[in-house]
């Protein structure tokens, strides 16, 4: 009889119990900048504050790292999954059409502006009123060149598609209502501000950002239609664009909600952005006077 401690020759060595495989994260989608990373924070925030379990007393650096530590890292692997998924899907529908047809099917390139019709929501009223219309329709075509060097190709296409998304709940055409409609739904209502907000950010160096952006309207516009978007143009789809978010920094609650999603010191940031761009509209005004 063996003692307990001892094993038989014989007997075949014991696998020591697998674990559940960790998933692979592609070192790719790991580097990439996440809106849905945002809006699971956001939404975790939300959480918080709705039971009373987050103030300004609690609120640390630390507690802000590690929150949105761990929510990217989940919604890193979620990617990962949904990217290798559409890698699957993708594969299969080109053998199957290769299979089928003998050829590859063709890539036409052509992308959707989803994010484009969300954003310029904001101000159709300017260039889509028949009779009224301030600026000529081409301003959309700038303003989205001006969104795409903003944001660069990868992060515009993650928006796009999240921006598909958003639309896709709120069935109309009218442009102007789209935010309306928008404004009914927290978590669509969530992701369209945190892009208007990224965009407003741009201005922290106001003047320097005005230039830049009248400069990139202008480019396609005076090119395409022969159209010079100037200040006074500029001011319009300024206010059109944020003057919902200059509203919201006047609400402690929302102002904490900023501060904790972009960083201390954000709703000092859009504050200095709209004493800079009141003072500029003033300027302007002034300018006018003195002409006359």
């Known amino acids: 009889m063996k003692k307990p401690s001892q094993r038989d020759s014989s007997e075949p060595l014991s696998e020591p119990p697998s674990e559940p495989p960790m998933p692979m994260v592609n070192a790719d989608v790991a580097k990439r900048s996440s809106a849905t990373t945002k809006t699971l924070v956001r939404t975790f925030v939300d959480f918080m504050m709705s039971n009373n379990m987050l103030t300004k007393q609690i609120k640390t650096e630390n507690f802000d790292r590690n929150i949105t530590a761990l929510v990217r890292e989940i919604d890193v692997i979620l990617r990962n999954g949904f990217e290798q998924h559409g890698f699957d899907v993708m594969a299969d529908v080109r053998a199957a059409y290769e299979a089928k047809a003998g050829q590859k099917p063709k890539e036409t390139g052509n992308r959707h502006k989803f994010l484009l019709r969300l954003i310029a929501g904001r101000f159709s009223h300017l260039f889509a009123a028949p009779k009224a219309a301030i600026f000529p329709r081409n301003i959309v075509a700038g303003f989205d060149d001006y969104l795409q060097k903003l944001l660069g190709d990868m992060l515009y296409d993650e928006l796009n598609q999240e921006a598909q ?75 059109a664009l944020f003057s919902d978010i200059f509203q919201i920094i006047w609400n402690d609650q929302q102002s904490l909600k900023l501060d904790f999603m972009f960083g201390n010191g954000t709703v000092d940031s859009i504050d200095r952005i709209r004493d800079e761009f009141r003072a500029y509209q003033k300027s302007l005004g002034a300018r006018e006077e003195a002409r006359r």
């Open 165 to 239: 998304l958003v639309l896709s709940n709120h069935a109309t055409d009218d442009d102007q209502e789209i935010w309306k409609k928008i404004g009914e739904t927290e978590r669509d209502r969530r992701f369209a501000y945190n892009i208007l907000i990224r965009i407003l950010l741009r201005f922290s160096d106001f003047t320097w950002a005005r230039k830049n952006f009248i400069s990139i309207v202008n480019n396609v516009t005076e090119r395409q239609s022969g159209f010079i978007f100037d200040e006074d143009h500029f001011c319009l789809m300024f206010n």
